[in-house]
């Protein structure tokens, strides 16, 4: 096979390991505990599908994947790992990349529409029940059905509210929507806005065009999005969007058949979060997207500290599996452990539960797929040592590469254009403007209206009516109080 179709992860004495490109779009998997190389893992696979011209997005969970951007610096460490894996072509060099911030903080902008998001989506990020994603999913039809589009979160919330207030109108046909249930919608969206969702939802909303870019020199540009802030602040928003970008390619890339390389490569990082607590009808989801996604020619790879982390009917959908090395401290680990050991194909020369335990920094045990796609005997491998800087760019570095980016402008300034919430509002303040109308058309009536209060007198003979009534019995009340009620009403 020709040698631009091999991507280089490592090597050890028998020679050198590489993962044919034209099954990268089968997926993989970068497992192991802290502190043991994952995120490097995760870098020199990023250059590899760059120099092979494929576009990359990778999320960035600790804030040093930035160094993509900028040539690696001479090391002893790293000229020793580039002699003991042979490495001949091995040169120091930056690869293009974009950087992207959901709050627009570190990067670019990068939004999407309520619209756009769904009510399935939505309904997880917001934890709603049963009853809640059914109002949910109410919303989103009527606005279809009117025409009203809900592009930010203050479009949702007008939406709401005005479903409240034409509750029993709308009863016949969407069923009961509780005040409480709706109340308690607003509450979340509340929360949500707490944790600063409102940057993610609106437009200029991002292309998926824009992340499968190349640069002049034919390399896949990297697309880099700094998730630091988002992760601890927002974990649920963070899968959220991971698992919407993965169903925006799915409905959006047309079937590309079989190739030698991919159209797009995924990196997903700290992968349990998408899978925490979801839905079973989110899970038969994202299944359904990672079996079938190959098809358009996109490569998905969870990154996570251990592989059960994963469900099992994603995991069996990976093939590439670099596990580094995981510690056995608890009988729970050591189960683990040999779990892990047990999804290998076995090598007869390696004993694979107890070289996970070993592993050094930079070492892991790859697995890859060969031409046919059935998986290679695990092997003990030297991790390769990335050609970019590892570790961040500096702030004034960062800023720089911000500036020259060719998205630079594209997205900074939000629009906000007509939509549920303005077209809502003109049709109350039409309603409002109805009513004035119609009172003010209104003939006032030339009788003088006749006060609440009691003159002396009326209380007097009122007073004396009831005496008397309670004096004759029921039928003389009733015919004192007729021609008593007769005088009143003559005055």
């Given at each position: 096979m020709d040698e631009i179709t091999q991507l280089l992860i490592g090597g050890n004495e028998a020679g050198q390991i590489n993962m044919n490109a034209a099954m990268a779009n089968r997926h993989g998997l970068i497992a192991g505990a802290t502190g043991t190389g994952k995120t490097?893992?995760?870098?020199?696979?990023?250059?590899?599908?760059?120099?092979?011209?494929?576009?990359?997005?990778?999320?960035?969970?600790?804030g040093d994947l930035s160094g993509l951007s900028k040539a690696g610096k001479p090391h002893k460490k790293i000229d020793e790992r580039v002699s003991l894996i042979n490495i001949e072509d091995y040169q120091a060099r930056p690869y293009?990349?974009?950087?992207?911030?959901?709050?627009?903080?570190?990067?670019?902008?990068?939004?999407?529409?309520v619209s756009e998001l769904g009510p399935l989506l939505l309904s997880t990020l917001l934890e709603l029940n049963d009853t809640q994603t059914g109002i949910l999913y109410s919303a989103f039809r009527i606005a279809d059905e009117n025409e009203w589009l809900i592009l930010d979160l203050k479009d949702l919330r007008s939406m709401l509210i005005w479903m409240g207030d034409n509750g029993k109108e709308l009863k016949s046909e969407y069923g009961n929507l509780s005040s409480a249930s709706i109340g308690a919608i607003q509450r979340r969206l509340l929360v949500l806005e707490e944790q600063r969702a409102?940057?993610?939802?609106?437009?200029p909303a991002a292309s998926i065009e824009d992340l499968m870019k190349t640069d002049f020199s034919g390399n896949g540009v990297i697309s880099i999005m700094d998730v630091t802030k988002l992760i601890s602040g927002s974990p649920r928003l963070y899968a959220t969007f991971l698992l919407w970008l993965l169903s925006e390619l799915f409905e959006e890339l047309p079937e590309v058949g079989d190739s030698d390389r991919p159209k797009l490569v995924f990196f997903f990082d700290e992968a349990h979060l998408l899978f925490d607590q979801a839905p079973k009808p989110l899970l038969d989801k994202v299944e359904q997207v990672v079996r079938l996604i190959r098809s358009k020619g996109v490569g998905i790879y969870f990154?996570?500290?251990?592989?059960?982390?994963?469900?099992?009917?994603?995991?069996?959908?990976?093939?590439?599996?670099?596990?580094?090395?995981?510690?056995?401290?608890?009988?729970?680990?050591?189960?683990?452990?040999?779990?892990?050991?047990?999804?290998?194909?076995p090598n007869p020369d390696l004993d694979t539960k107890q070289v996970i335990t070993e592993l050094g920094i930079g070492e892991a045990l790859v697995s890859t797929l060969d031409a046919k796609g059935s998986p290679t005997i695990v092997e003990r491998v030297m991790i390769r040592p990335p050609e970019s800087q590892m570790g961040p760019l500096s702030a004034d570095e960062r800023k720089e590469q911000i500036k020259r980016s060719p998205f630079n402008g594209k997205y900074d300034v939000a629009?906000?254009?007509?939509?549920?919430?303005?077209?809502?509002?003109?049709r109350a303040q039409k309603a409002a403007e109805d009513a004035q109308k119609e009172n003010s058309q209104k003939t006032p009536s030339s009788k003088r209206r006749s006060s609440s209060r009691q003159s002396w007198s009326e209380a007097m003979i009122k007073s004396a009516a009831r005496s008397i009534g309670t004096s004759l019995g029921r039928e003389g009340g009733k015919f004192l109080r007729g021609i008593l009620g007769s005088f009143l009403r003559g005055k």
């Open positions: 490097v893992t995760l870098q020199i696979l990023a250059e590899g599908f760059s120099k092979l011209g494929v576009p990359v997005f990778m999320a960035d969970v600790k293009p990349t974009v950087f992207w911030d959901l709050f627009g903080d570190l990067g670019h902008p990068f939004r999407t529409t409102e940057f993610f939802f609106g437009e990154i996570s500290q251990s592989p059960l982390d994963i469900p099992e009917d994603v995991l069996g959908q990976l093939g590439l599996r670099i596990q580094h090395a995981l510690r056995a401290f608890t009988p729970k680990d050591r189960k683990a452990i040999k779990a892990v050991a047990e999804n290998f194909r629009i906000d254009r007509e939509s549920a919430y303005e077209l809502l509002k003109k």
